[in-house]
């Protein structure tokens, strides 16, 4: 009933709501302002971009945090799903525990830890530090994120379905594949979105197990912004919000179509 | 037969990937922590390797000295990064559940179609990147920014506010960064909350004020404890806010150990504050993690 | 002159011209938006009575109930609780508890805590709130379940706690939304009776709603039909029963044939009428009689009809058809019968003896026969 909303519950939805957002929007704002001042408005314009694309170490950075993304976040959702289908559907097996602590722990574990203890072992092993140990170190931590994602989906799962293949003649792993998979799909491309996000994020993580050549776009950007806000940063962030806020919306928007095709069955 | 091999993959995969990827890194920051700093690359020396026998291992073991950490304690730095970093990620604790309960609770009392709508908004910014939004910062708060523009503008003040490179602009950082895991804990229990409940606390005697108290904060309290775990486990740890946002005079434990690491090259003092930094976080997170299985059983 | 039902009242205040009433609804109007949920509604409850209001989902029961309990104000209209305006007074200042449909049992909280509840607002001293909640536990046999939280309950258990809360604070009037909507059949019954027996011994006055029929007719003193915001009937069960003022409300509670027809000739007490199923005459609703030729339908409830092979000689009524449908019941059975018009009407026969020597069966041609006060005839 909206009569239970009332002015003070509407007004501060919209303060919070403008906390988040208004910084945001300043930054793409000025990210169009003629005056190399980032504060100062002197007119709008296009030419922090133009420039943007004449500059390789950011376009180079860019093209490594893709990889990286892309690469990281495949394999973390396999291992993340497989992960979640332990933790749910296997209750008892030796080391359980262990296992449920390492899987949860990452999810709260300052960055700086992480980052530091894999650069460690990476060292440790003598793995030559560059793109593939950022790679494997981002693997890691979004494993977990998506198991998460993944487990809380096949624990409202209907475990019937699957049983219901079986008894038509389905082996277990073909039922799995065949019936679960499929009906958890949702929640593993949300687990893939999260995983790649924050890969594409990451600054601390990156810091520590990166190596010579395979400076991701985080790094580049804090570079830079230690020396100070520039409307060139401006640019390059608006187009990862530009990006990332596509991505979220068309993945909500076929979520959605989804959800409403399964009304419709 | 296939089927205890499945079995047994599902599980072994990603077991076995984070043991080695997460559980070992952590035995070696360990190992580093008791080791003694040596110029070089690795810039350490083993205080003991696992491929000794056991014998050589306790021998070893018992000869330990924990230097690096009376180090740690004996250096005032270190003990106030800690405070600093606790009362920190303390005190923007507690604004974020200022500004996030409030929210949360509007949203969860919002119409039926607006409500996805918001919880969309709150979620969203999750997704852009955590630097860009504490770069955004930067901007608005410095001495010129936009902040003092507009308050100048206003005739608020007579000269800009000092607040970008102090505490201050730290705790925006963290309440800003984090506002959305406080919301949404929040929010998923209000939004659960049977209305009858209020109106059953109205109907014996409650006044408005006295039914939300009773009631809807009481319960609330599992999504204020996840959300407060939420904002001030990762916030103890925090580097980027700091690092921008706050000033010279900005103790934080997860700074002091980039710059012992990155500036000083001092792996093992590095490892140590890791080491502590972590004993410092085991009892929130443990907490976090009970209450989190909790939740994820009564949910199943 | 005999009266409806089988049952003597003496508890009769509604008839009596002098009585005030305890509740009263003025013309109420209550309006969400463009939907009209009571529609310019006045009601008046006698205290000590036991009245439900009886409706399907959406009719408005629930609405007039948070009215009264001071959820909602009505749009327009006034709400009187013996005699006192209720317009502006907050829940928690009325003398009024309401037991919800959900229970409401506050989850943090043991059973103890959720029935002090309300007395702790009060201010009860402690030593007088542990005597009352004792005691309340006592009424609802729930003495060794105090330490309990509600997730530790039977459902019947919660149901009786949230019983025991809502009176704990010895309201005038108790309020019941849907109370035994959630139990299964058995309990419900057993419950019923319970209710029935908490409201005698604390002689207090009870509003309840439900949209079950056979909990209404089983506890009420009297009956309100509800349809779309209003009333469209009140009356004790058996008035409710036997002598309905629509076929909305013959429709409604029990099981009902109609039969239509036009009006051929009427006297003071009956009215007969020519239609599809030939002549049939029946009782008159009310005291005048509807106009030769208009149409009417005529009411009567399946136990009220003879099932025989023959034609019987000496019945007022006597209709012809063929068993359609069978069903046994245990303590009676059901009939469909398909009538010469194509209409299919509906028999009880009660089952008194074990033994019968020659059941009817499917296909047989039998004869339905009823007299002339076993039905009613309705205008609308």
Redesign the interface.
Known sequence: MTARWSWFNISSVVVGFAFLYLPIVLLIVYSFNESRLVTVWAGFSTKWYSELFQNQGILDAAWVTVRVAFISASVATVLGTLAAVALVRYTRFRGRTVFTGMVYAPLVMPEVITGLSLLLLFVAINFARGFWTVTLAHITFSLCFVAVVVQSRLVSFDKSLEEAAMDLGCPPFQAFMKVTLPVIFPAVISGWMLAFTLSLDDLVIASFTSGPGATTLPMKIYSQVRLGVTPEINAVCTILIAIVTTGVLIAALLQKRRAFLGNNE | MMRALTNRLVILIPYVWLLFFFLLPFLIVLRISLSDLEYGAPPYTPQFSFSDGWSVIWEKLSALDFENFSFLASDSLYINSYLSSLQIALVSTFLTLLLGFPLAYGMARAPDGVRPILLMLVILPFWTSFLIRVYAWIGILKQEGLLNQLLLWLGVIDAPLEILSTNKAVYIGIVYSYLPFMVLPIYSTLEKLDESLVEAARDLGCTRIGAFWKVTARLAVPGIMAGCLLVFIPAVGEFVIPDLLGGSGTLMIGKTLWTEFFNNSDWTVASAIAIILLIVLVVPIVWFQNAQAKATEAGG | MPSLGSIRRSFAPWDDPAAKPYISFKNVTKR?GDFVAVDNLSLDVYEREFFSLLGPSGCGKTTLLRML???EEPTEGELYLDGQPLKGV???KRP???M???Y?L???MSVADNIA??LK??GMEKGARDERVAQMLKLVKLEEFARRKPHQLSGGQRQRVALA??VA?RPKLLILDEPLGALDKKLREETQFELMDLQQELGLTFMIVTHDQEEAMTMSDRIAVMDKGIIAQIGTPAEIYEAPDTRYVADFIGSVNTLEGKVVSSDESHVTIEGPDGRIVGGLRGSKAPADGQTVWFAIRPEKMQVSREKPAEAANALEGEVWDVAYLGDMTIINVKLESGNVVQAAMINRSRLVDDPIGYDERIWLSFSADSGIMLER
Request: hydrophobic residues 40%; positive net charge; charged residues 10%.
């Open positions: 969400f309990a001071g959820f907050p829940p928690h009024v508890n309401m919800f449909q959900s409401a506050f989850p943090h509840f309300g607002q009060d809360r809502a604070k």
